[in-house]
């Protein structure tokens, strides 16, 4: 499966616990993207990490969320102490470079529910 | 600030008619223009796409229109099928050396196809 693939699907936190999300790139990609879908809403850019950089994270919040994408492994996106407004579906996209879109592959999601 | 728009949160449609789905936008640095379909549950799939150096981009059912001094674009999907029934997403991407890939996506229109 050369898919972009996400996991867990689905994630229950309660509040004040920590979330973590993982998003294995599809072969041969080194640019993940994380957005985030809350209910009613569309997708809204988070981060654009590369192998061990972060190159755009002018959508994460300021507080409680990181990115990483190490140089072996997933790229995770962590959620400290989360509130039930952290509640949405997260996506990860995975890219060959920067900027290309059209190659642009997106993972089926987890929906993180914050109870 | 919403700079992609979706005016339209659904459309239904008799199988076999067209449908046209609007996106406007309000940055002029966009320089590239994607739709995404989206099932429940499972990730956004990249439909068609189009450059602003053109006004028209077809594949197959699916044609896309930029009328980029009105800001707006359009797809029509013809004839529509059942299948077709998705959640609809326009996005935008702003070129140029600063372009990280980064999509700004609408709020999503809902399209409904009858048998």
């Known amino acids: 499966n050369a898919g972009v693939m996400q996991n867990p699907r689905h994630l229950v936190r309660r509040r004040g616990q920590e979330a973590r999300l993982r998003c294995s790139p599809m072969k041969g990609h080194s640019h993940v993207y994380w957005y985030r879908q809350l209910p009613e809403e569309g997708l809204k850019f988070m981060v654009y990490l590369q192998k061990e950089n972060i190159i755009d994270e002018s959508g994460m919040p300021k507080e409680r969320f990181s990115a990483e994408f190490p140089k072996e492994g997933p790229s995770i996106l962590r959620i400290q102490q989360v509130v039930r407004g952290d509640s949405a579906a997260y996506f990860c996209?995975?890219?060959?470079?920067?900027?290309?879109?059209?190659?642009?592959?997106f993972g089926s999601g987890t929906r993180l529910t914050v109870v | 600030d919403q700079q992609v728009k979706q005016n339209s949160p659904s459309l239904s449609v008799q199988e076999g008619r067209i449908s046209i789905l609007n996106c406007d936008y309000t940055?002029?640095?966009?320089?590239?223009f994607l739709w995404y379909k989206k099932y429940p549950a499972e990730g956004p799939t990249f439909l068609i796409s189009i450059s602003s150096i053109k006004d028209k981009n077809e594949d197959g059912r699916f044609t896309v229109f930029l009328n980029k001094s009105a800001k707006h674009l359009s797809l029509h999907i013809v004839p529509s099928q059942p299948g077709d029934s998705a959640v609809y997403f326009c996005a935008a991407s702003a070129g140029g050396s600063s372009n990280t890939g980064k999509l700004i996506f609408g709020q999503g229109t809902t399209l409904q196809v009858k048998p």
């Open positions: 940055n002029s640095m966009f320089d590239y």
């Open positions: 996209a995975s890219s060959q470079g920067q900027g290309l879109t059209i190659g642009y592959t």
